[in-house]
């Protein structure tokens, strides 16, 4: 099976300043980590390179009054929030983000390659149809769906990862009831939404899920909630493509997050989840880029963990360096996978009115 890497060096360029947590870094050291792997080597990889997204393809998600302030800001530099300036030129790379990740999918549709990650910035699940937010200005992941939704793809899953709920994606879909939007974040956290309460709207109702759980959440947790949570609802839902929102900023050695996910933890779910693409589309698969802050000690190795789950390669080396053994140790809340079975059992009771696969699990 061939995987598709997306990238161009023109992604480190865009910068807020060089201390901002979302900086060229973020890229830079992945790719010296591929490089030294040998993966470019292989012949299972292929680089993608990506094109810049167009107006009209940006416009299916957002506001034209939104995407001409956006223009206009990047001439001379510009304010949206304190953690999200526009730098000069923004524009461009935010085109090119989101066109990364439609060149991801439509090398999937395309058949050139089995499945994609679209190693992309500036990243986009905060960013809302009039607005941007948290580091982000276009919704690379909402503008990609869009684009498969227009291709004949009638349901799209998108499952996101970060740490922080993807409230951008959750607002543009929330009344759709062709995309599955789900979310497993931390909580309490930024940006404050993605409570379990919030199913959808209208047609929508029922079709946007969320998982909050708290500091301190591991492996185990997550793993548990893919078998127990995603993979339910995706048999059911059954979607002819699968989109990750793959934020790695669920790593225990993240600065801005507490969670205690694992490089090894991230790439055994982004294996089973390429093993439930097959089974229910064909393995129709893109993961985009999301946050991850921890530029040496964690998005190095979940990106590795990620192109090796998603090319069939070995997982079973991928892991840290043994000198982050103490913080991972610190990091784990050994009480936090019992309130994330409270919060799954929450959660169940309401989506039990809508999906069968926990109707029955509760009668």
């Given at each position: 099976m061939?995987?598709?890497?997306?990238?161009?060096?023109?992604?480190?360029?865009?910068?807020?300043s060089p201390a901002h947590p979302e900086r060229r870094e973020r890229l830079s050291y992945t790719m010296d980590q591929l490089q030294e792997e040998g993966l470019w080597d292989l012949e299972c990889i292929r680089l993608l390179r990506p094109f810049p997204s167009s107006i009209d393809q940006v416009m299916k998600v957002?506001?034209?009054?939104?995407?001409?302030?956006?223009?206009?800001?990047?001439?001379?530099?510009?304010?949206?929030?304190?953690?999200?300036?526009?730098?000069v030129n923004l524009f461009e790379s935010a085109?090119?983000?989101?066109?990364?990740?439609i060149r991801a999918a439509d090398a999937v549709m395309s058949g050139e390659v089995k499945n994609a990650f679209a190693m992309v910035r500036p990243p986009g699940h905060h960013a809302h149809r009039t607005t941007g937010a948290g580091f982000c200005y276009l919704n690379n992941m909402a503008i990609m769906v869009r684009h498969l939704q227009e291709m004949g793809m009638k349901r799209v899953l998108v499952l996101d990862l970060d740490a922080h709920h993807g409230d951008g994606t959750q607002e543009i879909f929330y009344d759709d009831p062709d995309v599955l939007f789900i979310s497993i974040h931390q909580s309490p956290f930024y940006p404050g939404s993605g409570s379990i309460e919030?199913?959808?709207?209208?047609?929508?109702q029922g079709f946007t899920v969320n998982m909050p759980v708290p500091g301190g959440t591991s492996d185990m947790s997550y793993l548990y909630l893919l078998e127990h949570l995603i993979r339910p609802l995706a048999e059911e839902f059954g979607p002819s493509f699968i989109a990750i929102s793959a934020g790695q900023d669920i790593h225990f050695t993240d600065p801005l997050t507490g969670l205690a996910l694992t490089?090894?933890?991230?790439?055994?779910?982004?294996?089973?989840?390429?093993d439930?693409?097959?089974?229910?589309?064909?393995?129709?698969?893109?993961?985009?880029?999301?946050?991850?802050y921890s530029v040496e000690g964690g998005l190095p190795y979940?990106?590795?963990?990620?192109i090796a789950a998603l090319a069939g390669l070995d997982i079973s080396c991928i892991r840290e360096p043994d000198l982050y053994h103490d913080w991972l140790i610190r990091a784990v809340d050994p009480g936090a996978h019992s309130e994330v079975l409270e919060n799954f059992s929450a959660l169940k009771s309401l989506l039990s009115r809508q999906w069968k696969c926990f109707a029955k699990k509760l009668s």
């Open positions: 061939t995987t598709g890497i997306v990238f161009d060096p023109r992604y480190l360029d865009h910068e807020q957002h506001d034209i009054e939104y995407l001409t302030f956006l223009r206009e800001s990047s001439r001379t530099g510009g304010f949206i929030d304190f953690d999200t300036n526009i730098p085109l090119l983000a989101a066109g990364g990740a919030e199913t959808g709207f209208g047609k929508g490089a090894s933890g991230y790439a055994e779910m982004m294996n089973r989840m390429v439930l693409s097959e089974i229910l589309c064909g393995g129709r698969l893109v993961a985009v880029l999301e946050g991850g979940t990106n590795l963990g990620i």
